[in-house]
């Protein structure tokens, strides 16, 4: 019921058809119905008694070690009394591979953070540094709490000193030598204290309190500091061995889990998650969608507003289809073959029974579309409303209610919205609008823009508005409710599976380790982190507490790009492309927070690197990086998932392989932008910098070698021109032979790798793996081809930076585009290219286009006021506010709109209109807006170089060469 999933677009021509003819016509059986009625014939609809899991394995925890993947984890404080300790306590959430659910309480962990010690600190100074810190962190206690007992024996043991020895991770320092620290060890609350006394009053143990300078991982989240330091991975496996567990009997139990068991951290078995390891635990995914009845002309509020239906779709990952299909309707309602419905006969009841219901079925995902901003929030929001404490009772945890709250996100990529952020104790939200957002670049992302997109599907044809009417209709209309409510529970489902979204994120959480929802909610940085967070541990490295310095910073010079030699080549370009470039360098040269130098020792080349961007670095005989020796795992781990997808037969086994050679491929690549973000927990510019320093390096040696080897009569006559490299972008260099065939091409290609990348340090290594024929090469990044791997047809046609794959032109832009670029690159037919075009605009101008493929979108992603010019989506969106606040867009949704027409001189911005709108009221489109702003540069483009003199004609004869006429 959310904008994402209620505006169904007025532009589809059957739906407006459909709405012509009148709401009330009767609907017949749609394909969605047919295929449930086929399910309920191959498998049993399950009812709702028989939907929890299956009963607890025998002996499992008694005589039988207890294996399961996890899928959440969280710590939480266990509070103390005036006799008893603090404890910080881990809970790990999850499934056995007989699917049966797992609560594991840890414990024996204490958090901890490090300082450098002070100068003249010695191991007879920890007890009265450590008294004196404890009875700091007292004083500060009871100052927040006057009530507060707490007795010498706590007092003393709030937080625990002693003295390790490792490295700052910054810098090299001529030798291996490990210094002091210490490390503060406590619960996270003493810990919250203990840092705030040493950075206000320093470590008093002598004569007086020092200042203690920087900490040291005192910043990193509570879970991934105990997953790297117990070595669990996110949605890894762990064990506990028999008789190392506590199986705690269910009147005792915190939790719903079938089996809660209480371990020390030190008695777990973690395993590698690879092999029989790398499976996938029968995971439970329970999809929903909500109903609301809203008022005419305003967004649904959970105030006001009851919810009247709950859909349900209920998976085991690995299975094809949803084993539980219900839904929940406030009032009678006819049958759904193939579905359960419940009826219920009011509201409260309603609510009640859905979340008994997620309780019974106990899933590990919860997943749907906008259901983190939307359903969630409102079913929660209106359980307050109406006195229903048990319906926020949706967690694992017996006593622990879901709780909502704001959560603002602002990036450059995604601008500035406002996600909400729930806690559903054990249990994984994976909203698939997030996900999508996240990871695709579409012009709508609604869910019948997205499910079409990916699965050439819609929703069920039910207008927002008329939702009231069906509820208040009899059982009939609130079973076409109803069927329209389990669409939009499927459809979720359906995109899950079809872009393997979450074996992907699992594997990433493996790759990464970070906890699963840790990459729906966070940002790159901390998977990055969390390596070398382990890294460190394993090498004794400290991670400092970097203060982050408001203001701009100062840049560094980006990648490479060779002017391109513009043009139309009507003859096989071989590319060149450097394997895994930034990765490859890094390796190579050494880079890395622990080589780095701060004044070059030694002799240049045996003790130390230059690199181009005039930084120092050690060499690898002096002492071998961290991140170098990350990325060589990572790239490692690549090579062998890749090859045991080569020999896997188990379809899905593939795909987890699959999923996991790109999660290490992802990270790889993320490793230098980690060290270039300037506001990140680990900045290193030196770092970053000094990788693309080395990539413009490269590019120009790559160009000077291909130039010099690959002249008339090399390769025993093969070559029989000079060979031209005529662009290079980043990592990869197009190179004109002078040869006739793409055979030829390739042949000489092959060898221009081979022997190019013996200049190179390894494992930069230059690869050869395609032949445009025949390019357009347009500007910068801005290209098409057909595009060779084999010699003898071509696999596609290539598109890049063109407005055939940009989402700021209307769909006219990119069909016209795609079809001129068929025909001038496939078929080699200009003059029909021409012609098509003329068609085109003819068409537009007569007013013949759809005004679908008219329409532009663009993301609201910040509010007016905050825009330095106006902007035509910003103002639409202010408008239709006032039109209609139910259906008006948001803050981070894309605004549909097209031109029309009004009288000479007005602004665009104030000729933007909602595209519903104009269908309704008959209003004329700009043409000639859409000739000038859209179709005429991007057609310039491509027919300049391909027509020359003839495009001036054109241009006369025309308008998409010019729009003066």
């Not at 029968?282 to 909500?290: A, E, H, K, V, Y």
């Not at 130098?597 to 030694?602: D, I, T």
């Amino acid at each position: 019921m959310s904008p994402h999933r209620k505006r169904v677009s007025a532009l589809a021509p059957d739906a407006a058809a459909k709405r012509r003819k009148g709401d009330e016509e009767p609907v017949s059986k749609g394909v969605f119905e047919a295929h449930l009625e086929q399910l309920s014939q191959t498998s049993e609809a399950e009812s709702i008694s028989s939907q929890e899991r299956n009963e607890v394995e025998e002996g499992l925890g008694t005589t039988k070690s207890i294996a399961f993947q996890v899928f959440d984890i969280e710590t939480y404080h266990e509070p103390g009394s005036a006799t008893t300790f603090d404890r910080t306590n881990v809970k790990l959430y999850g499934v056995t591979h007989g699917g049966n659910s797992v609560c594991a309480i840890v414990t024996d962990y204490f958090p901890h953070f490090y300082f450098q010690a002070p100068g003249g600190f010695a191991a007879e100074h920890l007890d009265v540094a450590q008294r004196n810190l404890n009875n700091a962190i007292a004083t500060s206690m009871r100052r927040a709490n006057s009530s507060l007992q707490l007795s010498s024996v706590i007092v003393d043991n709030l937080v625990h000193l002693s003295i390790v020895y490792g490295e700052n991770i910054y810098y090299y320092r001529g030798s291996e030598q490990k210094h002091p620290f210490i490390k503060v060890s406590g619960s996270i609350l003493a810990l919250n204290k203990a840092k705030q006394e040493l950075k206000s009053g320093g470590l008093s143990f002598g004569s007086g309190p020092v200042q203690v300078g920087t900490l040291f991982e005192a910043n990193i989240d509570a879970e991934v500091k105990f997953m790297a330091w117990s070595g669990i991975v996110g949605c890894g496996w762990v064990e506990i061995p028999v008789g190392k567990g506590t199986v705690l009997n269910r009147k005792v139990q915190s939790s719903r889990c079938q089996l809660e068991v209480e371990v020390k951290v030190r008695d777990l078995i973690v395993h590698e998650p690879e092999g029989e390891w790398g499976s996938v635990a029968p995971i439970r995914t329970l999809s929903f969608d909500i109903e609301c009845m809203g008022r005419r002309g305003i967004f649904p509020d959970a105030n006001e507003d009851p919810v009247i239906q709950i859909a349900n779709m209920v998976k085991v990952e690995g299975e094809t289809e949803p084993f539980i299909r219900n839904c929940f309707v406030l009032g009678t309602c006819d049958p759904i073959i193939g579905s359960d419905i419940i009826q219920c006969q009011s509201e409260k009841e309603l609510l009640e029974k859905w979340a008994e219901f997620v309780r019974e079925v106990d899933p590990d995902i919860l997943t749907g579309y906008n259901i983190l901003n939307f359903d969630l929030p409102y079913i929660l929001d209106r359980a307050k409303v109406l006195k229903l404490p048990s319906v926020a009772m949706l967690g694992r945890q017996r006593n622990r209610a879901s709780g909502v709250r704001d959560a603002p996100i602002s990036s450059k990529q995604m601008g500035s919205r406002v996600n909400k952020s729930i806690d559903i104790h054990g249990r994984v939200i994976f909203d698939v609008l997030q996900v999508v957002l996240r990871d695709y670049k579409l012009r709508s992302y609604t869910l019948n823009s997205v499910s079409y997109h990916f699965l050439s599907e819609q929703k069920e044809d039910v207008e927002h508005s008329i939702i009231s009417d069906l509820q208040r209709g009899d059982e009939h209309t609130r079973r076409r409710l109803a069927v329209y409510c389990m669409k939009d529970a499927a459809l979720p489902l359906r995109l899950l599976d079809k872009l393997l979204s979450v074996i992907n994120y699992m594997e990433m959480a493996r790759v990464t380790g970070v906890p699963l929802n840790y990459l729906l909610t966070r940002g790159q940085q901390i998977k990055i982190l969390s390596m070398m967070l382990r890294k460190c541990k394993a090498h004794n490295f400290f991670l400092p507490v970097i203060e982050v310095q408001g203001g701009d910073s100062e840049g560094y010079e980006g990648a490479t790009v060779i002017e391109p030699l513009r043009g139309f080549y009507n003859e096989p370009i071989a590319t060149l492309d450097f394997a895994s470039l930034y990765p490859s360098i890094m390796i190579a040269h050494n880079l890395c927070y622990t080589t780095l130098l701060k004044k070059p020792e030694g002799e240049e080349g045996k003790d130390y690197i230059r690199t181009p961007s005039g930084n120092y670095f050690a060499t690898k005989e002096r002492r071998r990086g961290l991140l170098p020796v990350i990325l060589e795992d990572l790239l490692a781990a690549r090579k062998r998932a890749k090859n045991e997808m080569k020999h896997e037969k188990d379809e899905f086994r593939k795909m987890v392989l699959n999923g996991r050679q790109l999660a290490l491929k992802i990270s790889a690549n993320s490793v230098y932008g980690f060290t270039g973000a300037v506001v990140g927990k680990l900045p290193c510019l030196e770092i970053s910098q000094s990788v693309t320093a080395f990539g413009r390096q490269m590019i120009d040696l790559t160009k000077s070698e291909v130039e010099k080897r690959y002249t008339a009569g090399a390769l025993g006559g093969k070559c029989v021109v000079n060979a031209q490299v005529i662009y290079g972008d980043t990592d990869s260099v197009m190179v004109k032979f002078g040869v006739k065939t793409v055979a030829e091409a390739m042949e000489i290609g092959l060898d221009a790798a081979t022997e190019v990348s013996k200049i190179f340090t390894p494992p930069i290594k230059l690869e050869f793996e395609k032949v445009y024929f025949p390019y357009l090469l347009i500007n910068k990044k801005r290209y098409a081809g057909l595009y060779f791997t084999k010699p003898d047809k071509h696999d596609k046609m290539d598109c890049k930076g063109l407005e055939t794959v940009r989402r700021d032109n209307c769909p006219l832009v990119a069909k016209v585009l795609n079809t001129c670029l068929e025909k001038l690159l496939i078929a080699r037919d200009a003059n029909s290219a021409l012609e098509f075009a003329k068609r085109v605009i003819s068409d537009l101008l007569c007013n013949k286009i759809d005004i679908s493929l008219l329409i532009i979108s663009k993301e609201l992603t910040k509010s007016g006021d905050k825009y330095q010019a106006k902007q035509a989506h910003v103002e639409l969106a202010a408008r239709m506010r006032k039109r209609d606040p139910g259906s008006a867009p948001r803050l981070g949704d894309r605004v549909p709109y097209v031109i029309i027409a009004s009288a000479k001189n007005v602004p665009a911005y104030e000729k933007a209109e909602d595209p519903a709108f104009v269908l309704r009221n008959n209003i004329p489109i700009d043409t000639k807006h859409y000739l000038t702003n859209q179709l005429a540069k991007p057609l310039a483009r491509i027919f300049e170089p391909i027509l020359g003199d003839r495009a001036e004609k054109t241009h006369e004869g025309v308008y998409f060469l010019g729009t003066n006429n």
